[in-house]
């Protein structure tokens, strides 16, 4: 079994790139997760953190959804993601 051909150009493109490139991504993905677990705990979700995804599944029953369990991606822009915080808290507040 094997790649296709586009998925090992560009596994040969990541593994040339420099240590920087990756502590930057990681850095950046940690910014984005802590945006948006701030924004959910304003809120009044309970969540916890993910360890590795960019998902966080968040319980909103204090909203009186039926279904309780909500999933946010933060694979964003962090603007976006502070706009979203935003928009979160204005719910909390009503």
Not at 60 to 83: D, M, N, Q, V, Y
């Amino acid at each position: 079994m094997a790649a296709a051909a586009p998925l090992q150009e560009a596994g040969i493109t990541a593994l040339a790139m420099p240590d920087s490139f990756y502590t930057q991504q990681a850095n950046e993905h940690a910014e984005r997760r802590d945006t948006l677990m701030r924004a959910l705990k304003d809120a009044g979700f309970e969540a916890r953190p993910p360890q590795g995804a960019y998902q966080v599944m968040a319980d909103c029953s204090r909203l009186g959804l039926g279904r309780h369990i909500l999933r946010f991606a933060f694979c964003k822009k962090l603007e976006t993601l502070e706009e979203a915080g935003e928009r979160l808290r204005a719910i909390a507040r009503a």
